[in-house]
């Protein structure tokens, strides 16, 4: 069931992707988050689980695309390496968070614990997320006035 969420959330955050890369970010981790949150609360229920495993997995891989949208547009002179860099991320991503519920569960934090370690670290990425949407969104402003004072000449006066 995490595989149809995979590719159902995949396939819908490309296209919200392709409309605006950061805003599909921030609500798609913003769901993740209330996503895991709730897994954690419900996990005792089976039905709730099971639909909370699908939600995961499309929230989760909402976010890939963007991501890789998003590393490929500030490495445009270096796509093959940025792309490999970034799948390499995803990676130790993977592993840490699988450290990371190790850790919790050995601490005796108990089973549902990596579910709120997930969460706490999508909440991080979400934060990460808001700022550097901010700062693309404040460069872009800063251009679009910068060049708005070198398109714009001044008045011409003719005297007759």
């Known amino acids: 069931v995490f595989g149809v969420g995979l590719f159902i959330g995949n396939t819908i955050g490309g296209k919200a992707a392709d409309r605006n890369v950061d805003r599909t970010l921030i609500v798609v981790l913003s769901v993740l988050v209330v996503v895991l949150v709730g897994f954690a609360l ?15 997995g499309g929230f989760g891989f909402a976010a890939v695309p963007g991501l890789q949208m998003r590393v490929m547009k500030y490495a445009a002179s270096a796509p093959t390496l940025a792309s490999g860099a970034n799948i390499g991320a995803f990676n130790v991503g993977n592993a840490l968070g699988a450290w990371l519920g190790g850790v919790t569960i050995t601490a005796g934090l108990g089973y549902t614990s990596p579910i709120w370690a997930g ?3 999508t909440l991080l990425g979400l934060a990460v997320m808001i700022i550097a949407a901010a700062g693309t969104k404040r460069a872009a402003q800063q251009a679009s006035s910068s060049a708005g004072e070198r398109v714009a000449p001044e008045p011409v006066t003719v005297l007759h």
């Not at 005792?44 to 099971?50: A, D, E, F, M």
């Open 42 to 56: 419900t996990a005792g229920n089976q039905v709730l689980t099971v639909a909370s495993i699908v939600l995961m």
């Open 119 to 121: 969460a706490g670290i």
